[in-house]
């Protein structure tokens, strides 16, 4: 809102005004209790914050005199005033304002993820592949970027709104990402940002500017997912894998919602990422086992998304999912002689994936390669105490199947 009205290319001074009616309402809410209307209190301590700092630099003469006569005194007098059109929700017009086409995508989505989603700068280096040094250049190419806009255009056109479209869908799927499998040290999942991904997505597809196969496609897919979160965690907050999550423990409900988001997705003749990822999650959430799961679906849609969205992620997904219909051998000849570039390379994936292959073909030395390396560089407790209990169950079991076939031969 104060982007709104105070411009986007003061976005920096707008942070820090924010931050410092954080940090006050910490220090007074704490004494005195939560005021009437927090978010209204918010903005009228932030405002004037701004106001003072804006008092101090030269050449803002302009907006004091256009916010002079704005009376914030009282939360009453604050209604939110939404102009014709108007996406009705801050965050996600923001959301459109960041995703300019004039900053490089990858810079959009640091933007936006720090500075609307609250990411830390090591959260978007590990959601991104990239080194936070990197980060901390593209949000500086972003900021750069809105201080050099004009004053006052935060309203967009129709066109602006359409063309930025995907960028948006893209911030709104990493968002929701990361509350799925979050890289916080503290928690594994973080159901908040699940839910704030699914509201700002919700707000989209109702908006004529977001009604599109794509955005449908993305609801349902956070849908589908948001209906396993439950049972993906232990009592003691530990990340379970697939095969030992209680399938009655998912969300029939949020399942229903999200296939009829799908059903919805398949009108026209658009076929995105979402699509063939929101495919995959509806597998997974219709098998009543794992063993039931129609894994060859789930391989076909996996060769979808790696025609239509390239990238050695999804190749390295299908091995897994064809190792499953057709066995470890098969997922193994996938990735046989594939150079993943080097930001899957680093990432645990690539090598947890190959110590697991390895080790159900019983490629013992191979498979204990590769699962260190993928202990070594698990961005979390959580993800490690994970692919342990995963790796080493694996080799528990050749282990066990090594044995009996040795006595047997004696």
């Given at each position: ?21 954080l ?57 939110e ?23 490089p ?19 978007i ?21 809105l ?56 707000l ?80 997974h ?12 679906k ?40 594939f ?72």
């Open positions: 809102m104060l982007s709104r009205r105070m411009g986007v290319q003061h976005i920096e001074d707008i942070e820090d005004a924010v931050q410092s009616a940090m006050t309402a910490l220090e007074t809410w704490t004494v005195s209790g939560l005021p009437d209307n927090p978010s209204a209190w918010l903005y009228r301590v932030a405002h004037n914050e701004l106001i003072g700092e804006l008092r101090q630099q030269i050449g803002r003469h302009r907006i004091l005199e256009e916010n002079a006569k704005e009376d914030i005194g009282t939360p009453q007098n604050h209604p005033i939404f102009l014709e059109g108007e996406v009705r929700d801050d965050l996600l017009r923001m959301l459109f304002v960041c995703c300019d086409e004039a900053i995508v990858e810079s959009q989505l640091v933007l936006a993820l720090k500075t609307l989603c609250g990411f830390s700068i090591q959260e280096a590990l959601r991104l592949f990239t080194s936070e040094a990197n980060v901390y250049k593209r949000l500086g190419r972003a900021r750069s970027r201080r050099k806009l004009p004053p006052h255009t935060g309203e967009l056109s129709g066109e602006q709104y359409s063309s930025r479209l995907p960028a948006v869908h893209k911030v709104l799927y990493l968002l929701f990402t990361e509350g799925y499998l979050s890289s916080h040290t503290a928690q594994a999942i973080r159901k908040e940002l699940c839910n704030e991904a699914i509201r700002l997505a919700t989209l597809a109702k908006h004529p500017v977001g009604q599109s196969p794509e955005t449908f496609a993305l609801l349902a897919l956070m849908h589908l997912h948001a209906a396993r979160i439950t049972a993906r965690q232990d009592g003691s907050g530990g990340l379970l894998l697939l095969e030992e999550q209680d399938r009655e423990l998912w969300d029939r409900q949020e399942i229903q919602v999200g296939l009829e988001w799908l059903a919805k997705s398949a009108q026209g003749d658009s076929f995105s990422r979402y699509h063939a990822e929101a495919g995959i999650a509806a597998e959430c219709l098998a009543p086992s794992l063993q039931d799961t129609r894994w060859d789930i391989v076909e849609c996996y060769s979808l998304l790696e025609r239509i969205a390239p990238s050695a992620l999804h190749k390295l997904n299908r091995a897994v999912a064809l190792a499953e219909w057709k066995g470890p051998a098969a997922g193994l000849a996938v990735l046989k002689g150079e993943p570039p080097t930001w899957l390379a680093s990432s645990y994936l690539w090598s947890a994936v190959l110590a697991d292959l390895h080790q159900r073909c019983e490629n013992t030395q191979k498979a204990d390669f590769y699962r260190d390396i993928a202990l070594k560089s698990a961005p979390t407790r959580a993800v490690k105490e994970l692919l342990q209990r995963r790796l080493w169950t694996d080799m528990s079991v050749n282990q066990r199947r090594t044995k009996k076939r040795t006595t047997q031969l004696r």
